[in-house]
């Protein structure tokens, strides 16, 4: 049971973070800025799709909770919009910079 809990945690996790990384650039940074509305769409559509038994809740609590942590990584990764404000990530994007 921990198997296949821990299994699609993960599977949602990265399903998000490629539904995240095929999105258009701009909708996906603007997304990032609104980790609150995020967060709560995903854990309500977790709970919805697995409702009726206790292990399913126990899935949807696990899979929310990485959820959050995966709308945390994308924002650390690639960067958030938040009003009109570019927040960068590790990785914008853009090509390396030199420093000097």
Known sequence: MLQSLF???????????MLLFGAPRMQALRLLGM????????TIFMFW?????FSGIMVATFAAGMWSMSVR??????GYIEGNRYY?????????????
């Open 7 to 17: 299994a699609m945690s993960l599977a949602t996790a990265f399903g998000f973070l």
């Open 35 to 42: 980790p609150f509305i995020l967060d709560a769409a995903g």
């Open 49 to 53: 799709m697995h409702w009726g038994t």
């Open 73 to 78: 990584f994308a924002r650390y990764w690639i």
């Open 88 to 100: 960068f990530g590790v990785r914008d994007g853009r090509p390396f910079r030199r420093v000097r």
